[in-house]
């Protein structure tokens, strides 16, 4: 499998036979600017498309026949929005996974208590989900983390391994960090785009035709409506036969340390 390491080790050794070959032949610039591209979009695809494993191993999804899917729920807490997303979880008895930022949990103690006590996960989502959060280096990283863990525990007296990165952007410091911190990367293979679909019944066809055995979905605990998108996939889930289980059990990891 194609990953960070292996890709640039290729490029290197590409780019010191070019320059090798420059010395015999005539070869024209526009080569290395090709080939600079070239390497440039593989990075490129790696850093933005979570399920890749290019820069960390991430588990999007579980290779199984039975009929079992994990919910996950990114950049809560917020009051009342995820509020409405435990009271539908909770009239189908189904748990789902809330990958929090940590600083929108000041002030949400009592809502971040009541995740954890309806018996859902809670997992990292960085501290400051800030939009420069690529461009961290490894000890930055390790901070926002770390940061991040912190405050959970405060709350929840448990620090979280399961982490899913902001924007689902990964990065060499990133894994660095992650791997550092023991964490389990979290990706998904159905992505609700619930933020950027205005239209709560395309957001719901739009999941369950891509519904699969072992697949993990994502929602945001933040967009107004969300809970009713919710509400028909869990119906469409029960209609077809699909348990709805916890993260930990679908992939058989440790959620906290
Ligand atoms: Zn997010």
């Given at each position: 499998m194609l990953n960070h390491r292996t890709t640039l080790l290729l490029f290197t050794a590409l780019w010191i036979v070019m320059i090798g070959l420059s010395f015999i032949y005539t070869i024209h610039s526009y080569w290395f600017v090709i080939s600079m591209l070239f390497f440039l979009s593989i990075e490129f695809y790696g850093a933005y498309f979570?399920?890749?494993?290019?820069?960390i191993n991430t588990i999007s999804s579980v290779n199984t026949n039975e009929k079992v899917v994990a919910l996950t729920f990114d950049d809560g807490p917020v009051q009342q929005r995820t509020e409405k997303v435990l009271d539908v979880l909770d009239k189908f008895n189904a748990k789902a996974t809330f990958f929090c930022i940590?600083?929108?949990i000041t002030g949400n103690e009592i809502l971040l208590k009541k995740i954890d006590e309806a018996g859902h996960l809670i997992g990292n989502h960085s501290y400051s989900h800030s939009n420069l959060f690529d461009l961290k280096n490894t000890k930055q990283m390790l901070k926002d983390l770390q940061s991040g863990n912190e405050e959970i525990k405060k709350v929840i007296g448990k620090a979280p391994l399961f982490f899913r990165p902001p924007f689902g952007v990964t990065t060499p410091s990133l894994a660095k960090a992650c791997r550092r911190l023991n964490f389990d990367v979290i990706g998904w293979n159905?992505?609700?785009?619930d933020t950027t679909i205005k239209n709560k019944q395309k957001v719901v066809e739009r999941v369950i035709k891509r519904i699969k055995p072992g697949s993990i979905l994502l929602f945001h605990d933040t967009v107004d409506g969300v809970e009713l998108v919710l509400e028909d996939v869990l119906i469409y889930l029960k209609n077809n036969n699909y348990k709805v289980v916890e993260l930990d059990q679908l992939i058989q990891k440790k959620a906290y340390a």
């Open positions: 979570v399920d890749s494993g290019f820069h940590g600083n929108r159905i992505r609700s785009l």
